[in-house]
């Protein structure tokens, strides 16, 4: 076979679960008298169908992800020539996923407007291309999910389902408050991923530094284990300076009320 292998077709028999090995399809190539032509075309199908495979599961994985797809954040359409400071290499290296693959935890600080969205959905959007499964949540939203699955006794579905994803990013924390029986559950989240096995991580977003996070969950026990766990491996990613918001903002000037007369000689305003 000129450009594919035995190998490599087993590879993809394996890639698509096909129960069908290199030997045998070997086999079959031998009894049906097949040339050399014939055999690169079955690998150029296999190839085609290995790719389909692995282009429709990361759809999946992105359409499961809540990852707002219309408006889509990645690395590439993220300015990076707005970024300044000594650590500005470090934030380029993030696509590379060293944080996910080392089960480092992500959490970038800073005022509104200043790209912390943006460069948690852009590391998600990085996972899910890898075919890392990924969940995006804000902040307020986990809370009302923790709270109505408190109402149907459903804590430990709900749970599982968000320890499952390799990369839980939690957008906003510190825009709501959480009340004993919320705190209790997301150290149960924080804990349970702490201790998950594989290649994962969790990225925070957050206005405020985490020093002061406590004051809007109301179980300091709980949360106090819960950021020992959170920072017991993590990059915080500090980022300061104005809004990029309203950069393409077009302003206008108008006055409203009635018009004075002009003043002529005909009709002088006195």
């Known amino acids: 076979m000129n450009g594919y292998s035995y190998a490599d077709l087993e590879e993809s028999f394996h890639k698509l679960r096909l129960d069908i090995s290199a ?8 009894q049906e008298h097949y040339d050399e032509r014939q055999l690169e075309a079955i690998g150029h199908v296999f190839e085609y169908l290995r790719e389909k495979k ?29 970024i300044r400071g000594r650590d500005v290499e470090k934030l380029r290296a993030l696509p590379s996923l060293s944080a996910i693959y080392s089960h480092r935890n992500l959490a970038f600080i800073g005022p509104p407007g200043t790209g912390k969205t943006h460069l ?46 390799s990369c839980l990013i939690i957008d906003e ?9 919320n705190t209790r559950l997301f150290f149960d989240l924080i804990d349970r991923r702490y201790n ?17 996070w406590r004051s809007n969950f109301n179980e300091d026990d709980a949360l106090l284990c819960a950021l020992d766990r959170i920072f017991d491996d993590a990059t915080v990613v500090n980022i300061k300076g104005e809004s990029y918001r309203g ?23 006195t």
């Open 173 to 181: 924390v510190g825009h709501c408050e959480f009340d004993k029986e």
């Open 120 to 165: 948690a959905q852009a590391f998600g959007y990085e996972c899910c291309k890898k075919g890392l499964k990924t969940y995006f949540i804000k902040m307020s939203e986990l809370r009302d999910k923790f709270t109505i699955a408190r109402r149907a006794g459903k804590e430990s579905s709900v749970l599982n389902g968000l320890v499952r994803p």
């Open 23 to 30: 030997a045998e399809l070997a086999g079959i190539a031998e």
């Open 54 to 82: 692995a282009e429709t599961t990361i759809q999946t994985i992105l359409r499961l992800s809540r990852l707002p797809l219309k408006d889509l954040k990645t690395f590439e359409n993220f300015d990076f020539s707005l």
């Open 247 to 269: 950069r393409n903002t077009e302003r206008l000037t108008v006055q409203s009320g009635r018009l004075k007369p002009e003043r002529t000689a005909e009709n002088p305003i």
């Open 196 to 212: 998950k096995e594989g290649s994962y991580n969790i990225v925070f977003t957050s206005n405020k530094n985490p020093a002061v």
